[in-house]
């Protein structure tokens, strides 16, 4: 029985320093926007997910709760999902991309052309690459398109919400009879909610 996806991916928390969001805004914003999944990314940390996590448990409530965050490192931001214990704090690419390999993680590259460097050298190690970011203008993510289309990856479409009042604004869709992992791995996804708030260039 094929299974809908619908969630966010690429957001902050609180337990984020540039993000006021809480995890029981998060359950009470998945019950208005019929969310199922959640990838919740905050900076260099996954207390963040682990709390929203144990929150949703609580409440019984029907998330998926990805464990995950974006990390800083050499070459710029990074995100690792999927992952079951904290990212040490790898200044180094290629020893978070080692990390999060033995945890069977996934990593996704958000806002490629945001402080970004030495992308054609590190692309192989990406499962996803982020083709649309709130706070992103029409041609920094065409550029992030074509950067996956040169070498044949996978896209995701981001959030980057730091406010309860920006998570609506980019929502996705996964169909599949697999898992939520294997779907985010190799599945097909389309973004069923997009509203641009652009803060960089």
Same mark, same amino acid.
């Given at each position: 029985?094929?299974?809908?996806?619908?969630?966010?991916?690429?957001?902050?928390?609180?337990?984020?320093?540039?993000?006021?969001?809480?995890?029981?805004?998060?359950?009470? &914003? #998945?019950?208005?926007?019929?969310?199922?999944? &959640? @990838?919740?990314?905050?900076?260099?940390?996954?207390?963040?997910?682990? @709390?929203?996590?144990?929150?949703?448990?609580?409440?019984? @409530?029907?998330?998926?709760? *990805?464990?995950?965050?974006?990390?800083?490192?050499?070459?710029?931001?990074?995100? #690792?999902? &999927?992952?079951?214990?904290? *990212?040490?704090?790898y200044y180094n690419f290629y020893d978070l991309v080692k990390d999060v390999k033995e945890q069977d993680g996934l990593i996704f590259l958000p806002h490629p052309y945001r402080w970004h460097?030495?992308?054609?050298?590190?692309?192989? &190690?990406?499962?996803?690459?982020?083709?649309?970011?709130?706070?992103?203008?029409?041609?920094?993510?065409?550029?992030?398109?074509?950067?996956?289309?040169?070498?044949?990856?996978?896209?995701?479409?981001?959030?980057? #919400?730091?406010?309860?009042?920006?998570?609506?604004?980019?929502?996705?869709?996964?169909?599949?009879?697999?898992?939520?992992?294997?779907?985010?791995?190799?599945?097909?996804?389309?973004?069923?909610?997009?509203?641009?708030?652009?803060?960089?260039?």
């Amino acid at each position: 029985m094929q299974k809908i996806f619908r969630g966010i991916i690429h957001f902050h928390s609180n337990f984020s320093f540039d993000s006021n969001i809480t995890v029981g805004e998060l359950i009470s &914003f #998945a019950e208005e926007y019929d969310i199922n999944f &959640f @990838a919740l990314t905050d900076h260099d940390t996954i207390e963040g997910s682990l @709390a929203l996590k144990r929150e949703v448990e609580r409440k019984k @409530a029907n998330i998926e709760v *990805i464990i995950g965050a974006e990390y800083y490192t050499n070459i710029g931001d990074v995100i #690792a999902l &999927f992952i079951t214990k904290e *990212i040490k704090k790898y200044y180094n690419f290629y020893d978070l991309v080692k990390d999060v390999k033995e945890q069977d993680g996934l990593i996704f590259l958000p806002h490629p052309y945001r402080w970004h460097t030495n992308l054609d050298e590190i692309v192989s &190690f990406i499962d996803r690459i982020e083709i649309f970011n709130i706070s992103h203008s029409d041609e920094l993510d065409r550029k992030a398109a074509i950067f996956a289309n040169k070498y044949n990856k996978n896209v995701y479409y981001g959030n980057d #919400a730091h406010s309860i009042e920006d998570l609506p604004n980019s929502i996705v869709e996964i169909s599949g009879n697999v898992s939520l992992k294997e779907s985010l791995k190799n599945g097909d996804m389309k973004q069923i909610r997009k509203k641009r708030m652009i803060r960089y260039e």
